[in-house]
């Protein structure tokens, strides 16, 4: 695989997966508004991954349409993150995710507008627009969740205890995008650690939340080594389309 | 065969799916209408990338301009530049707010302010108050939000500056 695709899927796989995980909570949401915020997130991502599949499949060049990426593969093959697997376990687990996440986006997106591959860019343009209001609805439910009662705040520490680990999958150098940074393609996870930790930080300290520490912790489902949660996501996500291929509607 | 003045005549017609009140070239969907002789290509640009209307939009343009006579159509997607509500006019915002969603009062945002930030406080479309208050960052669609006036206590939507 090429380092430009691999660079493509890893973000469009991340889109598709968080988009997934988003979208289970349809009809599950604490209250009606927070329904209808974390499933039109999760519609914004899975039209995100529309379009960055699409765009993989063309560069793959092996007649493989979005619909056969997103739903055909073995798991190996996906090179989303780990963070963005994780099962969703809590309203506060689920919100901060999105702040951790969303505000990676909002700057990978923002240095991809200059991509040399132009599709690429249009669909950072595109994208970094809606990144942008998931980072404000995400944030502003961590302050309150965080800076809120007893139970709120107890619930999250322990979704930033659990989640901060994996953070550090988005930062590690590694040599796909250091190709992808050679190329004027994309940027490196590790040039835009800085300015995630300066939007990351000033949120959680409003929240009252006590930051951990970075001890080695190393995930790989960027390089398609994913955590024990990954099958059944995959299993949910698959299953239409495997027993009914060619499916239509 | 139609001429692109005929075209834009039609597509003027041809309403957004979601908020009918308004048309595809209202809201600055439709870019451009190129009319050659082998061929009418229109160029639309799409809103939110999750937009469910999207295939909706190119469908109804397409069967539109065919009805209209034009023989044969090309719907072409393009991406860059990134659709924003700066596009809508404000003639469209009129009839928006006359349908009873709030127009975006405010140019497209370039950066989000994460912490301390004042919602925006759009106009009741109903009674004009500006006494709003924000009930949901997310509406009905990707594109609007939830407000509710402290005047006349009703709920409304806003169409949110992108």
Redesign the interface.
Known sequence: MSSHLEYVLRIGDNALILGQRLSEWCGHGPVL??D??LT??A??????S??LLGHAGKLEGRERDEDALAFLRAEPEYRNCSLVELPNHDFARTILRNLLFSAFQ?YLWDALRASTD??L???A???I??A??H???A??WT?RLGDGTAESRARMQAALDYLWPYTAELFTANAVDDDAATACIGVTGASLETAWQQ?VR??LE?ATLAIPARTPFRSGGKLGIHTEHMGHLLAEMQHLQRAHPGAQW | MLTEAQAWGVLQQVPDPEIPAVSVCDLGIVRSVQAQPERLTVVIT?T?????ATEVIQATIREALEQAGAQPVHVETR??????TDWITPKAAAKLSAWGIAPPHTA??S?????R?VPPAPSCPRCGSRESER??????T?CKA?YRCRACREPFEYF?P?
């Open positions: 508004e927070e209808i915020a039109n997130t519609l914004d991502l899975i039209g995100q529309r379009l909002v132009l599709e860019a249009a669909i343009a595109r994208s627009k809606e942008r209001y980072l404000r609805h944030a502003d302050v939007a000033p949120v409003e | 799409p939110y990338s999750g937009c469910p991406l860059a530049p990134a659709w924003t497209a945002p950066e989000t302010q994460v912490l930030f009930l949901s960052q997310f509406g009905s990707a939830l949110k992108i």
